[in-house]
Each structure stands twice: as structure tokens, then as C-alpha cells.
T-cell receptor
Framework: GNSVTQMEGPVTLSEEAFLTINCTYT??????LFWYVQYPGEGLQLLLK?????DKGSNKGFEATYRKETTSFHLEKGSVQVSDSAVYFC???????????FGKGTLLTVNP | GAGVSQSPSNKVTEKGKDVELRCDPI?????LYWYRQRLGQGLEFLIY????????KSGLPSDRFSAERTGESVSTLTIQRTQQEDSAVYLC???????????????FGPGTRLTVL
């Protein structure tokens, strides 16, 4: 079946450090790929998405590129801020394109 | 409303009791989804509603779980005879449906945290 594997946390960085959170997915069908973020005490929010191979999703300084050859969708940010502290979830859509399969989430803490 | 809303935000119940969770989707979103997030785990798909089509119930973990949706509005998720392993955050999401049967980005509510004692 479909699955998503993302790097386990927690990840702790200093402000302005470079961030990478790895995510790989099973290569069945033609999924769309997503990163969702859950800030403390808030609901899940879409951070960015990519719908086909080689697409790059970007938002709030975060980027992720849909790599079909490596079945990856790694999240990157060049300079993190304290306000980026949250749990980040990688997800893929299913064969019918509506079921989302999520990774287990990565807790990011950014210290000043 | 501006976003997906869910109620209650927190629910504590005793083992064996029934609970009902409510979701109000974004107005105009024809697709509605329920997911479960257990501690330290990713989200698990439970059920999907699309308009008047038969719902996809393939993710419901047991026959104690059921869900209903009235037209393209409110949905309720009911868990009968709750067990401790049902403790989780239950998330609702909604989206537009696109041409060709595909669905657009899912927008999530804040969730209901269910604790079964």
C-alpha cells in the first residue's frame, strides 16, 4: 500500500540555521505530495504542495521538490526562525487522489 | 465560516460510553474527510464523503465507528462502546472536488481530542 517515511525528530536548530527534513514515498500511481505544518495549539495547515514530477512547492521560505527518480519530497529552508517551531508532516495523495497518507511527523524546535 | 470547525475541542469519556464528534466543513466544499491522529503517529484516514455518492469507509477501524453527513454540510463521527485505544485526536478536513473526480487541497479543522478513561 501507500506509505510515507519522514525523518524522525525531534530536530533542534539555532535561529538562521539551514533546515532539511527528509521525506520519501512509495511510488505507486501518480500522487500529489504535500507538507503540512502544525504549530503549537493549532490545527494542521497546508504549507506547500507539488502535483507532478519536478514541480517545486514553496511557501514562507520553505521549498520542496517532487523527485520521482528518488521518490523524495524533502523540505528545506535556508534560514529558520523561532516562529518555525512546529510539527511538520509529509503526505501523499492516494490512488483515487483523495486519501492522504501521512508520515509520522517531525518536531522542529528553533532556539533563539 | 472561514475554516473547518469541530466540536467539542476536548472530550473525556469512560470506557464503554458512546461519543459523537461534529465537523462543519468550509462552505462550498463538497468533499469531507475524517482522520485520526494517535499519539506519536501520523494521521490515519477513516472515511471520505463526496456529495451524494456512497462514502468510502475503508479506513474505519471497527464496526463501532460510523459517520454520517447531511448533504454537503455537517458531519458527525460516532464511536460506540469506546475503548481506551480510541483515545486520539480526530481531525476533519474538507475540500473542493475538481474535474475528473480529483479533489483539491484538504483543509483541516482544529480537531477533537478524545480521551477514554
Amino acid at each position: 500500500g501507500n506509505s510515507v517515511t519522514q525523518m524522525e525528530g525531534p530536530v533542534t536548530l539555532s535561529e538562521e540555521a539551514f533546515l532539511t527534513i527528509n521525506c520519501t514515498y512509495t511510488a505507486t500511481g501518480y500522487p500529489s505530495l504535500f507538507w503540512y505544518v502544525q504549530y503549537p495549539g493549532e490545527g494542521l495547515q497546508l504549507l506547500l504542495k507539488a502535483t507532478k514530477a519536478d514541480d517545486k512547492g514553496s511557501n514562507k521560505g520553505f521549498e520542496a521538490t517532487y523527485r520521482k527518480e528518488t521518490t523524495s519530497f524533502h523540505l528545506e529552508k535556508g534560514s529558520v526562525q523561532v516562529s518555525d517551531s512546529a510539527v511538520y508532516f509529509c503526505a501523499r495523495s492516494g490512488g483515487s487522489n483523495y486519501k492522504l497518507t501521512f508520515g509520522k511527523g517531525t518536531l522542529l524546535t528553533v532556539n533563539p | 465560516g472561514a475554516g473547518v470547525s469541530q466540536s467539542p475541542s476536548n472530550k473525556v469519556t469512560e470506557k464503554g460510553k458512546d461519543v459523537e464528534l461534529r465537523c462543519d466543513p468550509i462552505s462550498g466544499h463538497t468533499a469531507l474527510y475524517w482522520y485520526r491522529q494517535r499519539l506519536g503517529q501520523g494521521l490515519e484516514f477513516l472515511i471520505y464523503f463526496q456529495g451524494n455518492s456512497a462514502p468510502d469507509k475503508s479506513g474505519l477501524p471497527s464496526d463501532r465507528f460510523s459517520a454520517e453527513r447531511t448533504g454537503e454540510s455537517v458531519s458527525t463521527l460516532t464511536i460506540q462502546r469506546t475503548q481506551q485505544e480510541d483515545s486520539a485526536v480526530y481531525l476533519c478536513a474538507s475540500s473542493f472536488r475538481l474535474a475528473g473526480g480529483r479533489t483539491d487541497t484538504q483543509y483541516f479543522g482544529p480537531g477533537t481530542r478524545l480521551t477514554v478513561l
